[in-house]
């Protein structure tokens, strides 16, 4: 039996997030006897994916600069690296930033096909964004490919090259309403009673916590049910908690972490906020549709990404009292839909885009081995 070829994934860490949902859920559905998937990863902490990778069959190479801050050991690591390991033809790369880093070393080690994947359509605007601009440029450089979640996504980092658009999709089966997960999930929880307010994200910048959390103080005050449940971990969540604290509302924001069942806390929610300053799509608002959920969300989330009617976009220019008000307009429990034709007609559902990328990765690993 033939070995299935190996891609080699580059990304910051295996945690639970957007871009890696996106891999993973790439990973799960396609055919692993055929293409497998391998890591480079830049913590050497186990992360929230690294077991169910190991028990998919990939590897996972660990390196350390992101913890120890030392450059003139990761290059040294990375020149190592690709010396050591010269079985990969297709490399697909998802660090735009530290690209100007890594991919030299992929080009060097001769790898024929090195995918630049943007999964964004800007940066913070603030001088660590403006640096992370900068930084980004090189990478269309040394990619003989690219891909992008959106077209605005590409044009931001590949400017005019080819580039193909493949949507961040969802195992959208997996979302659909349940009534009977609702009540548990809403009992486990303790808020059975309550108007339940949801986001999942990341705490940084891009994901506006400070603006979600304004919106909801102004909400407690038109009512009295009201529950915030934020879902994720990150750098500037110790921050959001003192601001809960000192606005007097901390026993109606519930931070969960990061949890391994965001597919029953959907049905827990009555409306899903999404308030990020931008997104390459926001695929955490594509999950929010899938289970059925009203979603208000800022209108720089990308209108391919609005699939539903089921949508609200808003100015972030609006004031937090608009933004709770239009929440509020959901008190009252709705139907919720079925609207897992609707996701997959919009080219949303996994499968669909798993095959589409195995076979893309077969294609081409045969292109380079007929050229060899």
Known sequence: MNEPIRILHITYKMHCAGIEAFIMNMYRNIDRTKVQFDFLVHYSERQFYDDEIESLGGRIYRLSVREDKNFIKYLFDLDRFFKEHNEYKIVH??????????????????????IAHSHNDQV???IRGFIKNLMNKPFKYYAT?????????????????????????????NFVYDENVRQDIR???????????????????QKNHNFLVDVFYELTKINDKAILLSVGEGELRPEIEKKVFRLGIKDRVMFLGVRSDVTRLYQAMDVFVLPSLYEGLGIVGIEAQAAGLKMVCSDVIPEIARITDEVIALSLQETPQT?????????????????YEEIKKAGFDVPFLAQN????????????????
């Open 187 to 205: 009992k486990e929880l303790g808020i059975e009673d309550n108007f339940v307010v949801g986001h999942i994200g990341r705490f940084n910048t």
């Open 145 to 173: 490919e690219y891909m992008a979640c959106s077209e605005k996504s590409g044009k931001y980092l590949f400017g005019d090259r080819s580039c193909w658009v493949i949507q961040n999709a969802i195992d959208a089966r």
């Open 124 to 126: 913070d605007p603030s």
């Open 357 to 372: 990328l195995e076979n893309y990765y077969l294609r081409r690993y045969e292109e380079v081995k007929e050229q060899d």
């Open 323 to 339: 933004w709770a008000e239009k929440i509020n307009c959901f008190t009252n429990r709705y139907a919720r839909k079925n609207t």
């Open 93 to 114: 790369a998802h660090m735009e930033s530290f690209a100007m880093f890594y991919m030299p070393y992929v080009k060097k080690a001769g790898i024929p096909v090195r």
